[in-house]
Each structure stands twice: as structure tokens, then as C-alpha cells.
């Protein structure tokens, strides 16, 4: 990986380099963007979207729940993306499919979905149970001064007998 097309050509016109190699631009890898909330693009499960060279690798990959998603979405005119489903089966739009096995890193995706799907989760019940925390708080210090009325009323009520 080179940062621009400057650096490629000094390397290459350099004669640094004893052996063929494949460069790539850091400046000309965009990911693509999808929309809809079945197909998920692969790079924000990574979580690394800033990283210009997991652009590259994942920014052009679709996680689909199921095969007939992955088929939509890359056979679609619009969207042409390689999908890979849950099963582990691969649609690329060049006609080909490959799968029957999960590859493991396909595993590591599908866990890092899961894990921000129940980090979504812990965040929301993490505010709900902050909201009930509060509300247990509010209801100790309304009793704390209902015992204390109470208590006002019983001792001025032993006063008025003890007055009568």
C-alpha cells in the first residue's frame, strides 16, 4: 500500500523494487454505500471505518441474513456488491457462488455483529436501569419525609392530649 499516485510512480520508476508487486492507491479506495437495514456493509462491523485500508478490504462486501437477500442486493443493478450470507454462502456479481462451509473470518464478522447488536442492547438497559435508579432514590426520599411528617404529626398530637 502506497499513499498516492506520486509515491507509486517514485517507487516503480525508482528501480527499488527487485520483484513484480501489486500497489495500492491509499488515496483512490472509497467504500460503498448501501442503504436498507437487511444487508449490512461489512466495514461498519468491523469498526474501522476511518481506516483506509480496511476500506479496501471490507468496503466492498455485504453481510446478508440469508441467501435471498444476498441475491437481491448483489445482482441489483444499483448495488453490484460481492454479499456474503450468515450460512456462509459467497454471491459475487460476476456470476459466481461459492460456499456449503462458514469461513472462519466470516465467523469473526458475524460475532462482531452480534457483539454490537448486545452492546446496543447493555447501552439501553443500562439507561433504563439509570432511570429506574433515580426513581428508587426519589421514592427513599419522599418516604424519608413522609416518616418525618408522620412523626411531627404524632408528637404534636401527644402535646394537644397532653394539653387537654
Do not use: R
Not at 454471491?91 to 452480534?114: E, F, M, R
Amino acid at each position: 500500500m502506497v499513499e498516492d499516485n506520486f509515491t507509486d510512480s517514485q517507487l516503480l520508476d525508482g528501480g527499488c523494487l527487485t520483484q513484480k508487486v501489486t500497489t495500492i492507491l491509499l488515496n483512490q479506495i472509497f467504500a460503498s454505500k448501501i442503504s436498507g437495514d437487511s444487508a449490512k456493509l461489512a466495514l461498519h462491523l468491523v469498526g474501522y471505518e476511518q481506516d483506509v485500508s480496511m476500506k479496501f478490504v471490507f468496503g466492498n462486501k455485504l453481510i446478508c441474513p440469508d441467501a435471498w437477500t444476498a441475491k437481491e442486493v448483489t445482482f441489483d443493478q444499483k448495488v453490484c456488491m460481492k454479499s456474503v450470507t450468515q450460512d456462509g454462502n459467497i454471491y459475487n456479481p460476476s456470476g459466481t457462488l461459492s460456499g456449503g462451509s462458514k469461513p472462519s473470518t466470516l465467523g469473526i464478522l458475524i460475532k462482531v455483529q452480534a457483539l454490537k447488536k448486545v452492546e446496543g442492547l447493555l447501552k439501553d438497559h443500562q439507561s433504563k436501569l439509570e432511570v429506574i435508579k433515580k426513581g428508587w432514590q426519589d421514592a427513599i426520599k419522599e418516604s424519608n419525609a413522609t416518616h418525618i411528617s408522620l412523626a411531627s404529626i404524632d408528637l404534636l398530637n401527644k402535646l394537644l392530649i397532653g394539653l387537654s
